[in-house]
């Protein structure tokens, strides 16, 4: 595809996410709808989408403050004023392309061309409501987090401690020409430099040797003081990024319990598992009552705002409202309340969220333990979001009688 028609092909999808549709829906529809578009279009479209998302609240305060529609088009626009990009590479008014720019446009470009700053005011790209929680929660460090979340998410990697080491597989990497470097922050971490596009397509992924994960959520997991040959459950086990990192860790040696309320996403987890050499025992709410106060570990990476993930999933952030923070909110101490019993005494509780935000974290927490005298703090961590990876938070609790 032509520059030009994948921007059309960016136009129509933000279109329809405007129009509130499910962005992964609109992705997938107009896969199925464009056959002849191979990966790297589809790539290539999608990185437009999500950069544009990114900063969508930049674009339509400009294009609110000019009195212009907020469009697909409107947005395709302001992102290539934004990148510099061939204005007539793209708005060509060919058969396949956006028509051709309109005057405002034309106006609106020449003006960028001679603006340094290119008419863009810096804005913080998070919804209005969030604002005074975020300033709250990150304090010092809210410029620069506004500005990461601008930017797009690094791409790394997890070598399988069970199956592989980080030598082999950057020698895997190397030899398939993606440039890859040693995580200095984690033990089995690999930093993706170049050409990450291919990196499930290898063999070495599909053999189970390396998985792709945020290296802040390896630093999570690394921070957890797990034993082997213990009995451990992931409450939340969604793919089984979490569980699986710390069955890697330990060898595989332990007994690796997996739970969900979707049950389609353990099938995933199930994949995942088969591939890397580790048994995962599924645990429903049918045989839970026979678990109780046996779990060494129980980990709760509970459903959250994602805002330590948003620049992965920048569609997350404009979607999210009061009402549905408020559910969250809910959901995340109805969980901790869950699992609370099948703990055993002097185990331990991991609260893990993708958060940034200290209603969803230290707060959850201080609730429950003032609901829950059993329990107590043993450490606390937030991992910031960084270049080189997402935020994160961890409280470990643990049970004392
Ligand atoms: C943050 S994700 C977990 C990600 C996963 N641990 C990983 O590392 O790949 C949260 C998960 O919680 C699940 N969930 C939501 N409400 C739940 C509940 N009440 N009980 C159990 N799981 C729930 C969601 O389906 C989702 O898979």
């Given at each position: 595809m032509r520059r030009d028609s994948r921007a059309n092909a960016a136009i129509f999808i933000l279109d329809e996410f405007l129009a509130g549709q499910n962005l992964n829906a609109i992705l997938s529809k107009w896969t199925k709808a464009n056959r002849y578009a191979g990966s790297s279009d589809r790539e290539s479209i999608r990185d437009i989408v999500f950069d544009i998302l990114r900063v969508k609240k930049t674009f339509t305060f400009i294009l609110n403050k000019e009195k212009q529609v907020i469009n697909g088009r409107a947005l395709v626009f302001l992102y290539s004023v934004y990148y510099s990009l061939p204005l007539n590479d793209i708005f060509t008014g060919q058969k396949y392309g956006p028509d051709k720019l309109n005057n405002y446009e034309n106006e609106f470009s020449e003006i960028a061309k001679e603006n340094n700053e290119r008419g863009f005011e810096?804005?913080?790209?998070?919804?209005?409501?969030?604002?005074?929680?975020?300033?709250?929660?990150?304090?010092?460090?809210?410029?620069?987090?506004?500005?990461?979340?601008?930017?797009?998410?690094?791409?790394?990697?997890?070598?399988?401690?069970?199956?592989?080491?980080?030598?082999s597989i950057l020698e895997v990497l190397s030899s398939e020409g993606i440039e890859g470097k040693i995580a200095k922050k984690v033990r089995y971490g690999i930093e993706i430099i170049g050409n990450p596009r291919r990196l499930t397509q290898l063999k070495a992924f599909k053999d189970g040797y390396f998985e792709v994960q945020d290296l802040h959520s390896q630093k999570t997991i690394e921070g957890l003081p797990i034993k082997e040959d213990t009995k451990i459950l992931d409450y939340c086990a969604g793919a089984g990024g979490k569980i699986l990192n710390i069955a890697s860790l330990l060898k595989g040696n332990g007994r690796f319990f997996v739970h969900d309320l979707d049950k389609k996403k353990l099938i995933e987890a199930d994949l995942r598992a088969k591939r890397a050499g580790i048994k995962l025992k599924r645990l429903n709410a049918e045989n839970m009552e026979q678990h109780h106060n046996s779990f060494d570990y129980i980990l709760a990476d509970v459903p959250?705002?994602?805002?330590?993930?948003?620049?992965?999933?920048?569609?997350?952030?404009?979607?999210?409202?009061?009402?549905?923070?408020?559910?969250?909110?809910?959901?995340?101490?109805?969980?901790?309340?869950?699992?609370?019993?099948?703990?055993?005494?002097?185990?331990?509780?991991?609260?893990?969220?993708?958060?940034?935000?200290?209603i969803e974290n230290e707060e959850v927490v201080d609730d429950f333990l003032i609901q829950n005298k059993n329990f107590s703090l043993s450490n606390k961590e937030n991992i910031t979001i960084d270049t080189q990876g997402d935020g994160f938070f961890c409280a470990v609790l643990q049970k004392k009688n």
């Open positions: 810096v804005i913080d790209n998070i919804p209005d409501f969030l604002l005074t929680e975020f300033q709250r929660s990150l304090g010092s460090k809210f410029g620069n987090v506004m500005r990461l979340l601008e930017k797009r998410a690094p791409v790394s990697i997890r070598v399988n401690a069970h199956k592989s080491d980080v030598s959250c705002s994602g805002s330590g993930t948003w620049r992965r999933n920048p569609q997350q952030k404009w979607r999210i409202t009061s009402d549905s923070l408020e559910e969250i909110l809910n959901r995340q101490i109805t969980i901790l309340n869950e699992v609370k019993d099948l703990i055993k005494k002097n185990g331990l509780l991991f609260y893990i969220t993708c958060s940034l935000l200290k």
